[in-house]
């Protein structure tokens, strides 16, 4: 029987075969004796002791505990996680099924890990944890993280709303399938980063979100002359840390500063610095992020790129649209200096705001490559190059707000088609795609090292005599990666 009951429970949770499991056996965060708790069971596995009904964990295997679905609701205050072995939190095969709920009399953060932990939460909600400072539902620091087909909902904190990650000499961090929604950086006296996530990443640190969605979370500060950063997401990453994000969506997420300061990236605000440092965002939509009310300096409802000090960033077929339409922002602006580096391409920038793109580097190179800019009030695009810095556009169309001005070493190659309509298919409808006459198949320069290997529809990027124009290549079909071994062709179905 009990043979039976291990390979019903492994088919269940999904566990690895050399896992020691504490089952939950209550919903309820009690001291009592006779059952085990989560809380219980934590401290079970760390301790590597008995724990009222929940037997020992082990101080050299994995320790899974099986959360069984409901409502866990910690009317204790948080969990701290830690120990030298890797801990699991696994809910049912049904994703998210079993809810890790705050206190809604005593509101508090959920989880802290401990440094040098290494727990993986998979299938489980967390949802109204808070803290005044920094991560709602989960704070990490300096530990190993993953999250796997979670839902953080409803949490709040200053810095990091849903999770506030912090990663140093060996950290990583990964996040898949997993959903970030309505949750808030607030603060009423300073600044808020990150509604959904904050993630801080140095020293050689990496993080990687695949699949993922952060939709509805919002970075405020209420009172005067504030900064707000990254209402879906915040990333920081220094001193050869690297970050990837990859297939993921970020939907009507918000910064709100007040009456004056600064919304830098209501969708997503990113920031690499550092030789040797890197960030990526690949294969992602960034739409519908808003900034309430513009601010009287500088705002920005979609993405917010810096790359500065020898830091890397690159940003690949991304779709950047609907950011903010008709307001006076900027869309997609973008800075580099001190020796960093931008590469943007495949992209479209469309429908938002007074200017789509612009981009400022000192000391530093930029390329725009392969960009469908259109639909914007006033700017099309923006180049400035200071200093030593070189800005380039090529292989790019910009169309309805045809300006775009330039700025010291910024230049537009002739692949570019500036000003001219690229007869859309159906803009109205949102598809940027060229139609059979447009003037921009062909027009690009397939010699330049920026053209390929897929447009942002995964289709090959040359078809034809030559490249075209823009974030689209016409006539192509979609490209499924076996030839190159490009799993970034693969699309994935998010929660």
């Keep these: 029987m009990r043979g039976a009951a291990m390979a019903l429970l492994s088919a269940l949770f999904a566990l690895p075969a050399s896992a020691v499991t504490i089952t939950v056996t209550t919903t309820v965060d009690d001291a009592t004796s006779?059952?085990?708790?989560?809380?219980?069971?934590?401290?079970?596995?760390?301790?590597?002791?008995?724990?009222?009904?929940?037997?020992?964990?082990?101080?050299?295997?994995?320790?899974?505990?099986?959360?069984p679905a409901g409502v866990h609701a910690l009317q204790?205050?948080?969990?701290?996680?830690?120990?030298?072995?890797?801990?699991?939190?696994?809910?049912?095969?049904?994703?998210?099924?079993?809810?890790?709920?705050?206190?809604?009399?005593?509101?508090?953060?959920?989880?802290?890990?401990?440094?040098?932990?290494?727990v993986t939460f998979e299938r489980l909600t967390l949802t109204?944890?808070?803290h005044s400072n920094s991560g709602g539902a989960i704070l990490s620091q300096l530990a190993s993280l993953v999250l796997r087909d979670c839902r953080l909902e409803a949490n709040s904190a200053p810095i990091g709303g849903g999770l506030?990650?912090?990663?140093?000499?060996?950290?990583?961090?990964?996040?898949?399938?997993?959903?970030?929604?309505?949750?808030?950086?607030?603060?009423?006296?300073?600044?808020?980063?990150?509604?959904?996530?904050?993630?801080?990443?140095?020293?050689?640190?990496?993080?990687r979100i695949v699949d993922s969605h952060f939709d509805l979370n919002a970075?405020?500060?209420?009172?005067?002359?504030?900064?707000?950063?990254?209402?879906?997401?915040?990333?920081?990453?220094?001193?050869?840390?690297?970050?990837?994000?990859?297939?993921?969506?970020?939907?009507?997420?918000?910064?709100d500063c007040g009456p004056s300061g600064s919304s830098l990236g209501a969708g997503l605000y990113i920031n690499a610095g550092g030789v040797g440092t890197s960030a990526s965002v690949i294969d992602s939509t960034v739409s519908d992020n808003n900034v309430i009310p513009p601010s009287s300096t500088l705002y920005s409802g979609g993405l917010y790129g810096i790359a500065q000090t020898g830091g890397a960033l690159v940003l690949s077929r991304l779709r950047i649209v609907d950011n903010d339409p008709g307001e006076?922002?900027?869309?997609?602006?973008?800075?580099?200096?001190?020796?960093?580096?931008?590469?943007?391409?495949?992209?479209?920038?469309?429908?938002?705001?007074?200017?789509?793109?612009?981009?400022?580097?000192?000391?530093?190179?930029?390329?725009?490559?392969?960009?469908?800019?259109?639909?914007?009030?006033?700017?099309?695009?923006?180049?400035?190059?200071?200093?030593?810095?070189?800005?380039?556009?090529?292989?790019?169309?910009?169309?309805?707000?045809s300006l775009v001005p330039l700025t010291g070493a910024a230049s537009i190659d002739p692949s570019s088609l500036i000003g001219v309509d690229?007869?859309?298919?159906?803009?109205?409808?949102?598809?940027?795609?060229?139609?059979?006459s447009s003037p921009a198949i062909d027009y690009g320069d397939a010699t330049l090292g920026s053209a390929g290997p897929y447009d942002l529809a995964?289709?090959?990027?040359?078809?034809?005599?030559?490249?075209?124009?823009?974030?689209?290549?016409?006539?192509?079909?979609?490209?499924?990666?076996?030839?190159?071994?490009?799993?970034?062709?693969w699309s994935s179905t998010v929660p």
Excluded: K, M
Excluded at 49 to 63: F, H, K, Q, T, Y
Excluded at 422 to 436: H, S, T
């Design 34 to 67: 006779g059952n085990c708790s989560l809380r219980e069971a934590v401290q079970a596995a760390q301790t590597n002791l008995a724990v009222d009904a929940c037997p020992p964990g082990s101080p050299n295997l994995e320790n899974s505990i099986l959360i």
């Design 76 to 118: 204790r205050g948080e969990i701290v996680l830690g120990g030298l072995a890797p801990l699991r939190l696994l809910g049912p095969a049904a994703p998210a099924a079993s809810t890790i709920r705050g206190s809604e009399v005593s509101p508090a953060r959920l989880f802290r890990l401990q440094p040098d932990a290494n």
């Design 128 to 130: 109204l944890g808070a």
């Design 164 to 207: 506030n990650y912090w990663g140093g000499p060996g950290n990583s961090l990964l996040i898949e399938r997993t959903v970030f929604a309505s949750n808030e950086a607030f603060s009423s006296s300073s600044f808020a980063y990150g509604g959904g996530a904050w993630l801080a990443l140095s020293d050689g640190a990496t993080s």
């Design 219 to 255: 970075a405020t500060a209420t009172s005067g002359s504030n900064g707000v950063q990254g209402g879906g997401l915040d990333i920081e990453v220094f001193a050869g840390a690297v970050s990837d994000v990859v297939r993921t969506r970020f939907t009507r997420n918000r910064t």
């Design 328 to 401: 006076s922002g900027i869309q997609l602006p973008l800075s580099a200096s001190g020796g960093g580096s931008i590469v943007a391409s495949d992209l479209l920038v469309a429908n938002g705001p007074a200017t789509g793109l612009a981009i400022d580097c000192t000391d530093s190179l930029c390329l725009i490559a392969h960009a469908t800019i259109t639909g914007h009030s006033l700017v099309g695009a923006d180049l400035r190059a200071h200093g030593t810095g070189q800005v380039r556009l090529e292989n790019s169309i910009v169309f309805a707000s």
């Design 422 to 436: 690229p007869a859309f298919v159906a803009p109205l409808a949102g598809d940027y795609a060229l139609g059979a």
């Design 458 to 489: 995964h289709a090959p990027r040359v078809v034809g005599p030559d490249t075209d124009a823009g974030a689209y290549e016409r006539g192509g079909l979609f490209a499924d990666g076996f030839e190159s071994g490009d799993r970034g062709a």
